[in-house]
C-alpha cells in the first residue's frame, strides 16, 4: 500500500525554514491539508496552513491554547473566571516569593509550554515551590529539541473533580461531542490513571462544563479544528485549566468511537482536508455501549519491570475492548507525568456509568513485579 509520497526533511524548529519546504512541495504536488499529532507543532502546522491557503484554524489562537499562560490571559480578559495566577521568570527569586503571596497556598507550579502533566506539581509550602522551580529551570529544551520558556506559572489549586469536553470546530461553529471524566493519582497527584465516557454528571453539572468549555474556545479564538478542553468542577462552577487544540489523548477518543460511534481523529483528518466531518457518517450500525473506560497502570516506583501478573485473566473478561501491557524489561521511570503508564485496560458496558468501577476493579487484579536494575 503506498502511504506517502515523499518524505522531505527539514528543520521543523526554524518556522521560516519549515514553511519554505512545505512551500516547495505545495508548489511541485498540491497538499491537502497539513495536520501535527505533536503538540509541539500545532502552532507551526496551523502557521503552514494559513501560509498555503490550506484548512486550518487561526494560528494564533493555537499559539493562545498552546501557551497556559497567553491561554490565563485571554480568559481573564473575556470575563471568564479561573484560578488566581501570575507568571514569574525562572531566574526572578524575588519575583517567585510575591507571586506566591499573591497566589496563596495551595496552589500549582506549573510550566507554560508542556504537556502530558510534565513538571506540574502542587505545593502546599515553600520548600516544594522551591523544588519544582529548580526541576523545571534544569529541564531547558522539551522532547523535540525546542528550548523552553524560562518561566513558571503559579495558579491557585483548584478543588473539584475533573472533567474533559471534548468538540470540533469548523467556520467558528462549535460542536460539543461530549464530557469525558478523570481519575488523578500518580507520584504528582496529577497523573491520569483513568477516564470514562460519557462522565458520570447530573444534567445541570453537564450544561455548565460544555458552557464554560464552548465559552473558553471562543475566546481563544479557535475556530477550526477537534478540541479537548480541560476543566475542574469546582465549588464556584467550572473551571478552565486548559484547552487543547486537538484531539484527546489517553485514549479517549477510542472510548468515544465504542460509545458515539464518532472517530476524532478522523474528524480532525476530515477538518484538515477541508471536509464536513458530520457528513462523514460514522458507524451507525447500533448497538454500540452505553459507556467505554480506560484504566491505567502506573508505576508506584521505579526499576525495571519483571513481571506483570493477572494480565490474562483480565484479557478474558467479557467487558474488555482492548488490553495492553508493558514487556519485562521496560525501564520505569517515577510515575509523575502521564508517559511513564506500564499498560491500559479499557472496557466497555451496557450501562450509562457502568464502564469505569469494570475498568478499576480488573486493574485491582493487576500485579506488577520489578527487579533492580543491573550495574551497566
Ligand atoms: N490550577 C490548578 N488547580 C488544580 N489542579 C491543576 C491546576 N492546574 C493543573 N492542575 C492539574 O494538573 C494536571 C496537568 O495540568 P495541565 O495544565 O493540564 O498541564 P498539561 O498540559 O501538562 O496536561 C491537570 O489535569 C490537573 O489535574
Ligand atoms: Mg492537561
Known amino acids: 500500500m503506498r502511504r506517502g509520497r515523499a518524505i522531505v526533511t527539514t528543520d521543523t524548529n526554524d518556522a521560516v525554514a519549515a514553511v519554505d519546504a512545505a512551500r516547495r512541495i505545495h508548489a511541485e504536488s498540491r497538499l491537502d491539508g497539513v495536520l501535527s499529532s505533536c503538540d509541539y507543532y500545532l502552532p507551526l502546522a496551523a ?92 529541564f531547558e529544551v522539551n522532547a523535540r529539541g525546542q528550548w523552553r520558556e524560562p518561566v513558571v506559572l503559579l495558579e491557585e489549586y483548584l478543588v473539584g473533580p475533573e472533567f474533559s469536553v471534548e468538540s470540533w470546530v469548523r467556520g467558528g461553529e462549535i460542536h460539543t461531542v461530549g464530557v469525558t471524566d478523570k481519575s488523578l493519582g500518580g507520584a504528582s497527584g496529577f497523573v491520569e490513571t483513568g477516564h470514562m465516557f460519557p462522565a458520570r454528571l447530573d444534567a445541570a453539572d453537564r450544561a455548565g462544563l460544555v458552557s464554560s468549555a464552548e465559552s473558553a474556545i471562543r475566546a481563544v479564538g479557535l475556530d477550526h479544528g477537534v478540541v479537548h478542553t480541560e476543566l475542574r468542577l469546582t465549588g464556584a462552577g467550572p473551571r478552565i485549566i486548559e484547552i487543547n487544540p486537538r484531539p484527546a489523548g489517553n485514549q479517549i477518543t477510542e472510548l468515544i468511537r465504542h460509545v458515539e460511534g464518532i472517530d476524532l481523529p478522523r474528524v480532525a483528518v476530515e477538518l484538515a482536508l477541508g471536509r464536513d466531518p458530520s457528513t462523514a457518517g460514522g458507524d451507525d450500525t447500533g448497538g454500540r455501549p452505553r459507556s467505554a473506560a480506560v484504566q491505567m497502570l502506573v508505576p508506584d516506583r521505579v526499576g525495571v519491570l519483571d513481571r506483570i501478573d493477572g494480565a490474562s485473566g483480565v484479557a478474558a473478561h467479557p467487558a474488555i475492548a482492548a488490553v495492553d501491557f ?51
Open 326 to 376: 508493558k514487556q519485562p524489561g521496560h525501564r520505569v521511570t517515577v510515575g509523575a507525568d502521564n508517559n511513564s503508564y506500564l499498560g491500559s485496560v479499557l472496557v466497555t458496558s451496557d450501562e450509562p456509568t457502568g464502564a469505569r468501577p469494570i475498568a478499576e476493579q480488573l486493574m485491582a487484579t493487576i500485579s506488577v513485579g520489578y527487579r533492580e536494575e543491573s550495574a551497566p
Open 47 to 138: 502557521e503552514i496552513a494559513a501560509e498555503l491557503g490550506l484548512p486550518g484554524p487561526r494560528p494564533e489562537a493555537v499559539g493562545v491554547a498552546c501557551d497556559k499562560r497567553r491561554t490565563r490571559d485571554r480568559l481573564d480578559r473575556a470575563g471568564i473566571p479561573g484560578p488566581r495566577h501570575r507568571l514569574v521568570p525562572l531566574d526572578d527569586e524575588a519575583g517567585l516569593v510575591s507571586a506566591v503571596e499573591h497566589v496563596g497556598f495551595p496552589l500549582v507550579v506549573k510550566p507554560t509550554d508542556l504537556c502530558a502533566g510534565m513538571f506540574v506539581r502542587r505545593a502546599d509550602g515553600w520548600a516544594e515551590v522551591a523544588a519544582a522551580a529548580a526541576e523545571l529551570r534544569r
